[in-house]
């Protein structure tokens, strides 16, 4: 796999697949991709119309180096997910996000499957590539650290607490603070670390309230500082402020470069001191991660 294809995405836009208006203006939006949504978005009544709709798109923008197009498609089990694949191959999505899932089998499955399909449309091998909701289902939550190696495609993890509230019975998966209530707060540091202990991109999941861009902002920092890389809107109105949160600021590079350079000027040693400060690998390791998200943002 190419380093463009394992770029981090820092913001992922939900676009119903059945609206034109809504598809003809996603290419306006900032967003490092769109979600052509398939699922939770249409009426199962259009699925059909939204499949034709969203396979015209992807192939009128073939050029996906400055905006990637993804797909969500139905859950697998269902007879819509098939149907899904069948039609959205063709268009060569960059990628396709699997709700529901209940473990890394059901990646290995969605990729055997696109193996054929690729195949049959004459795309290279395992250009699509994968990113479940990793938490919807009870079952899930216990299986968040075996995704590695489960399969190439694997892009990232992304987690949702409204499909796992649902299912556990819950009234509400926030507390009156705001905070996420224990399980759900669980269950986004699972994500997290699962998708850590895989080598791939941690997503984090939705801020509902379209309205409430310091809500937002105030979540976005927050998760990017435990260690997520992105995030998916369901607005365009959010992706400036999740672009803006998830890009490092120009402090941030300024110091990365400086921890950078002292390193490169002592080499062979694993610890050393600037402004006071004492540095080790890991330091080196977060400022040269910090560098290369920069350097992709610049290339947007």
Known sequence: MTAALNAPLRSLLFVPGDSERKLSKGVESKADALILDLED??????????????????????????????????????????????????????????????????????????????????????????????????????????????????????????????????????????????VYAMAKALCLSGAAAANVQPVDTIWADYRDADGLRTEAQQSRQSGYTGKIAIHPAQVDVINEAFTPRADEVAWARRVVDVFAANPGLGTVGLDGKMLDMPHLKQARKVLELIDRVGEK
């Not at 978005?41 to 034709?52: D, E, K, Q």
């Not at 060569?92 to 049959?120: F, M, S, T």
């Not at 649902?166 to 224990?182: F, I, V």
């Open 41 to 182: 978005a249409v009426a199962p009544s259009r699925t059909h119309l939204a499949r034709g709709m969203v396979v015209e798109y992807l192939k009128s923008l073939p050029d996906r180096s400055r905006q990637k197009l993804w797909v969500r498609i139905n859950p697998l089990g269902t007879p819509a997910s098939m149907l899904d694949l069948a039609a959205v191959v063709a268009g060569a999505p960059d990628g396709i996000l699997l709700p529901k899932v209940n473990g890394p089998a059901d990646i290995a499955h969605l990729g055997h499957c696109l193996d054929a399909l690729e195949a049959r449309e004459g795309l290279s091998p395992g250009m699509i590539r994968i990113m479940p909701v990793a938490t919807e289902t009870p079952q899930s939550l216990f299986a968040l650290g075996g995704y590695a190696g489960c399969s190439d495609r694997l892009h990232g993890l992304t987690w949702g607490a409204e499909d796992i509230a649902a299912a556990l019975g819950a009234s509400a998966n926030r507390r009156p603070t705001g905070e996420y209530d224990t």
